[in-house]
Nanobody, 113 residues
Framework: QVHVVESGGGLVQPGGSLRLSCRFS????????MAWHRQAPGKQRELIAK???????DYQDDVKGRFTIEKDYDNMTLYLQMNNLKPEDTAVYYC???????WGQGIQVTVSS
């Protein structure tokens, strides 16, 4: 049975950092392509980062150089390290096993002074 638990969101000041986590069970984690998406208020959900297979990563231009997507194979956990956060990063963030209906429950990130 597939199980996904997201954690790590919250309120942070501009310029601050947060680390989001998605712990998976019941999937073949190592070779699965994983993704992070976000949905800001009044906007469509958008893809912001992908971890493709075992090694390759890709980022949306808005987050490139500030966000890092990582896989912890031992703990079957996907991370999104977010640095130099901006108010426009405020959104609900979702992890996903790419190409499937396996999504995290969503977690709120608010960047505000």
């Amino acid at each position: 049975q597939v199980h996904v638990v997201e954690s790590g969101g919250g309120l942070v000041q501009p310029g601050g950092s947060l680390r989001l986590s998605c712990r998976f069970s019941g999937i073949f984690f190592r070779l699965s392509t994983m993704a992070w998406h976000r949905q800001a208020p009044g906007k469509q959900r958008e893809l912001i980062a992908k971890f493709i297979g075992d090694t390759e990563t890709d980022y949306q231009d808005d987050v490139k150089g500030r966000f890092t997507i990582e896989k912890d194979y031992d703990n079957m956990t996907l991370y999104l390290q977010m640095n130099n956060l901006k108010p426009e990063d405020t959104a609900v963030y979702y992890c996903q096993v790419w190409g499937t209906t396996i999504w995290g429950q969503g977690i709120q990130v608010t960047v505000s002074s």
